[in-house]
C-alpha cells in the first residue's frame, strides 16, 4: 500500500476498510515508518479510563524518521529553510544532512547539561531554526519537551514549569516580531523566581538585548556547542524509546482551572503526523510547504516539524508576522521561496483581506497549488477570497479540523482528491470515526443533523492523558459521552454527509485561533485589587473570529474608569500574557445569577452579541432587574461590538 491516497475512489475505499479493520489499517501505515523493533500488539484501549496504547511493545526514534533515515537519498534537500523578521537579514536553509548534524550537535550539549531521558525541558524560543533543533535534540535523548508560546507570560511559564517539574529552560535573550523585541530571557529570569526545579538555562544569542547571566545557572547556546566540538565526534546515538514513551506536554486551555498539560506519545504521534500531512497536503517531493503557525502552538509542532520532516518535505518556518515590513509580507515569502503549499490561519486570511487588495498587486503567487486553512471556523468571504486571490481559483483549500489533543488533523479535505466546499471541513480522514451526539447523549445516525462532535474509536495521534493529573483527562475528554472522545466543538452533518464545524460548546473562547478558557482569564482578572467579580464571554470579531468582552464588578470605578481598565488589562497581560487582553470591558454594578448563584453566562453572551430580542426567561433568575441595568450599560460599547 502506498502512504498517499490518489483518488476520492481509493479514499472511500480505504476509509471502510479503516472502520472494518483499524488496526490491520493503522498497521499497514506504520510500515511506512522505520521501527527499530516492530510493535506486539496495534492497539488496546479503554476510553471509561482513557487507557489509549499504540503500537505497543514497538521500539523508535522519531527523529531517525525524521532526518537519518532520509540522509541517504534527501541529504541535500533543504528540510528547514527559515525566512527572518527583517527582509533584509539573510534568510537561512538548512539541509537534512544539516539539520541532523546540528540536532546530535544539540542533543550532545543536553546530555552534557545532565539531561537524560525522561527529563522535562521547557522551551520558550522565538521562531528560529534552533527551536526545531531543541526539539528534535530533545525527541532524539529521550527528553521531554514543552514549547511555552512567546506571547505567554513569566507566570504561565513558572506554571508550566512547576506543573512539569522542568529541569532545564531553554530560551533566546530575545525575539523579533515586526518592530517589537520580546525580552525573552528577562521574562524567563522573572519566571525562575517562582519555581525552584530549574538547575540549568540555556541562552541562545538572538537579538543582542542586554541579560543577566546567573553564575552556575545560565549558559550561552553557542559556548555550549563549542564545548561538545572540541570533545570529538558530533554523533549523538538515538535512544530508544517505546512507542508509548512520552514525546512532549503541550498545555492548553479548557473551560475550568488551569490549562492541562496535554501529553502525546512517540510512536502513534509520529505516525499519525506523518500519515496526515502527507495525505491532507498531497505532498509531492520537490515542493516547498510554508506553514505559518508558531510552532509554540500545536500547528507547529505536528505541521512545522514532526509531520513534514517524518515525510522529507522542505518546511519554511517564518520568524516574523503577516504585517511586518507591511501586509504584504506572506506573499513576499511565498515568491521569495516559490511556496507551493501555504497552511494557515483564519485570523490572518481576514485581517490581510481587510489591509486591502494592493498588497497583492505585482505578488508572484504563480507557486501555490495548494491552501490550507486551520485553528477556527473560516467564514464563506475569508474563504472565497483566499481562494480566488491566492489560490487564483486553481489550489484546493484544505480546512483542516482538529484540537491540541488531538496530535493532527482529523476532519479535512484531501488537497485535489476529495471534495471542498466553503466553510466544511468536509470528510474525516481514514481511521477516524466521528459521532455527533444529542443532549441525552444519544447519537444522531444519518445526515443533515446537528449536535456535539465525538470520536468514537482511537486514532494514533491522540492524546493519552493530562500531565500529573489522569483523572482530568477522564473527566474533560471521555465522561461526557461514556464511551467516545468528546470534542467540545458543535458540528453538523449536511446532506451530503459534510461535515462543518460550528464552533465550542463548552466556555472556551477562540480568538484569532488561539484558545482561551473564561475561567482562567476571570480568575486572572479578580486579582486585581480593586475587582469584586468578572465574567467573560467572547463576541463575533471581524478579524480574530471572535473577541474577548469581561463584564466586571469593581471598587473605585467612579474614580478613573479608564485607569482602572488599563490597570485590569496589565494584570491579564502579567498573570497570562497580552494574548488574553479583553477587547471590552463593562463596568457592572452586579451579575445576572441563578437562584443557586451561577452566573447567567448565556444571557451575558446574548447582551455581548446585541442580541436583545432573544434573551430568554429571565423570570426565574436571582436579580432579573440587573439585565436592564446591564443592556442599559452595554449601550455606551455597542459601537464596539
Ligand atoms: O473549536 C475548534 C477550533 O480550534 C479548537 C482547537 O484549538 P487548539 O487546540 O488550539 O488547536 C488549534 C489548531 C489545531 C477546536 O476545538 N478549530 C480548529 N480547527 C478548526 C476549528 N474550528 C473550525 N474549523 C477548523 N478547521
Not at 479548557?254 to 502525546?264: C, D, E, I, L, R
Not at 479578580?526 to 471572535?546: F, L, T
Not at 423570570?619 to 455597542?638: H, Q
Request: charged share 25%.
Amino acid at each position: 500500500m502506498s502512504l498517499q491516497i490518489k483518488s476520492f475512489e481509493e479514499y472511500q475505499e480505504i476509509y471502510k476498510k479503516s472502520v472494518e479493520d483499524p488496526e490491520g489499517f493503522w498497521a499497514g501505515v506504520a510500515d511506512h515508518f522505520f521501527w527499530k523493533k516492530k510493535w506486539q500488539n496495534v492497539l488496546s484501549w479503554d476510553f471509561e479510563k482513557a487507557d489509549i496504547k499504540w503500537f505497543e511493545g514497538g521500539k523508535l526514534n522519531i527523529t531517525e524518521n525524521c532526518l537519518d533515515r532520509h540522509i541517504y537519498s534527501l541529504g541535500d534537500k533543504p528540510a528547514i529553510i527559515w525566512e527572518p523578521n527583517d527582509p533584509e537579514e539573510a534568510h537561512r536553509v538548512l539541509t537534512y544532512k544539516q539539520l541532523l548534524n546540528k540536532v546530535e550537535q544539540f542533543a550532545n550539549v543536553l546530555k552534557n547539561n545532565d539531561i537524560k531521558k525522561g527529563d522535562r525541558v521547557c522551551i520558550y524560543l522565538p521562531m528560529v531554526p534552533e527551536l526545531a533543533i531543541a526539539m528534535l535534540a530533545c525527541a532524539r535523548i529521550g527528553a521531554i519537551h514543552t514549547v511555552v508560546f512567546g506571547g505567554f507570560s513569566a507566570r504561565s511559564i513558572a506554571d508550566r514549569i512547576n506543573d512539569t517539574d522542568s529541569k532545564l529552560v531553554i530560551t533566546a535573550d530575545g525575539g523579533f516580531r515586526g518592530t517589537k523585541t520580546i525580552e525573552l530571557k528577562n521574562i524567563v529570569d522573572d519566571a525562575l523566581e517562582q519555581t525552584s526545579s530549574v538547575e540549568k538555562v540555556i541562552v541562545l544569542t538572538r537579538t543582542r538585548t542586554p541579560v543577566s547571566m546567573i553564575k552556575g545557572r545560565d549558559v550561552w547556546w553557542e559556548d555550549e556547542v563549542r564545548k561538545v566540538e572540541t570533545m570529538g565526534s558530533p554523533a549523538c546515538p538515538a535512544e530508544e524509546m517505546d512507542a508509548e514513551d512520552m514525546l512532549f506536554v503541550l498545555y492548553t486551555s479548557g473551560s475550568t482551572g488551569k490549562p492541562k498539560g496535554v501529553v502525546h506519545t512517540t510512536g502513534g504521534y509520529m505516525v499519525y503526523t506523518g500519515y496526515t500531512f502527507s495525505n491532507v497536503f498531497q505532498y509531492q517531493p520537490d515542493e516547498i510547504y510554508f506553514c505559518t503557525a508558531d510552532i509554540g502552538w500545536i500547528t507547529g509542532h505536528s505541521y512545522i516539524v514532526y509531520g513534514p520532516l517524518s515525510q522529507g518535505a522542505t518546511s519554511l518556518m517564518f520568524e516574523g508576522i503577516p504585517t511586518y515590513p507591511d501586509a504584504g509580507r506572506f506573499w513576499d515569502v511565498v515568491e521569495k521561496h516559490k511556496v507551493n503549499i501555504l497552511y494557515t490561519a483564519p485570523t490572518a486570511i481576514r485581517s490581510l483581506m481587510a489591509f486591502g487588495d494592493e498588497y497583492l498587486e505585482d505578488k508572484d503567487l504563480s507557486s501555490i497549488n495548494k491552501l490550507g486553512s486551520v485553528g477556527e471556523p473560516i467564514n464563506e468571504e475569508a474563504w472565497n477570497w483566499f481562494n480566488e486571490k491566492i489560490g487564483k481559483s486553481e489550489a484546493p483549500i484544505v480546512d483542516t479540523w482538529w484540537q491540541t489533543e488531538n496530535g493532527g488533523i482529523l476532519i479535512s479535505p484531501l488537497a485535489g482528491i476529495t471534495p471542498t466546499k466553503p466553510s466544511y471541513a468536509m470528510l474525516p480522514l481514514p481511521g477516524v470515526q466521528p459521532a455527533l451526539m444529542d443532549e441525552n447523549g444519544n447519537e444522531l445516525e444519518g445526515n443533515d443533523v446537528s449536535g456535539n462532535l465525538c470520536i468514537k474509536f482511537p486514532w494514533p495521534g491522540m492524546l493519552r492523558t493530562t500531565y500529573g493529573d489522569h483523572q482530568r483527562c477522564i473527566d474533560t475528554y471521555f465522561s461526557a459521552y461514556p464511551g467516545k472522545y468528546f470534542s467540545e466543538d458543535g458540528c453538523l452533518r449536511d446532506k451530503e454527509g459534510h461535515y462543518r464545524i460550528t464552533g465550542r460548546v463548552d466556555d472556551v473562547l477562540n480568538v484569532s485561533g488561539h484558545r482561551i478558557g473564561t475561567a482562567e482569564l476571570e480568575d486572572a482578572i479578580n486579582m486585581h485589587a480593586d475587582v469584586v467579580e468578572s465574567a467573560i464571554v467572547g463576541y463575533p470579531h471581524k478579524i480574530k473570529g471572535q473577541g474577548i468582552y469581561a463584564y466586571i464588578i469593581a471598587d473605585n470605578v467612579e474614580r478613573n474608569e479608564d485607569e482602572l481598565k488599563q490597570n485590569i488589562l496589565a494584570t491579564v497581560t502579567r498573570l497570562i500574557g497580552p494574548i488574553a487582553k479583553p477587547d471590552i470591558v463593562q463596568f457592572v454594578e452586579d451579575l445576572p445569577k441563578t437562584r443557586s448563584g451561577k452566573i447567567m453566562r448565556r444571557i451575558l453572551r446574548k447582551i455581548a452579541e446585541n442580541e436583545l430580542d432573544n434573551l430568554g426567561d429571565i423570570t426565574t433568575l436571582l436579580n432579573p432587574d440587573v439585565v436592564e441595568n446591564v443592556i442599559e450599560g452595554a449601550k455606551k460599547y455597542r459601537e464596539k461590538v
